[in-house]
């Protein structure tokens, strides 16, 4: 069983979970990701985001934020 806990909006408007989702599950294939409005509207309005084990982090795009919570990964 995973240790890893992810969210991420389905409203966010600089990711794509249909993308996304896939990208996570193959960085841990066994975490739990939770997909849904996490009430981060402001950031979540100029950046994609992923919550990560208690962190958020964000990027320019889907990708850089996905890199950037490679570094959270248990």
Known sequence: MSK??????DKCKH???KTLLPKLQKLDPEAEVK???KSYCGPCARSA???INGRYV???TEDEALEKA???VK
């Open 58 to 60: 964000t990027g320019a």
């Open 35 to 37: 997909v849904g409005c």
């Open 4 to 9: 890893n806990k992810i969210q991420i909006c």
């Open 70 to 72: 490679k570094k959270f």
């Open 49 to 51: 985001f992923i919550f």
């Open 15 to 17: 990711i794509r979970v």
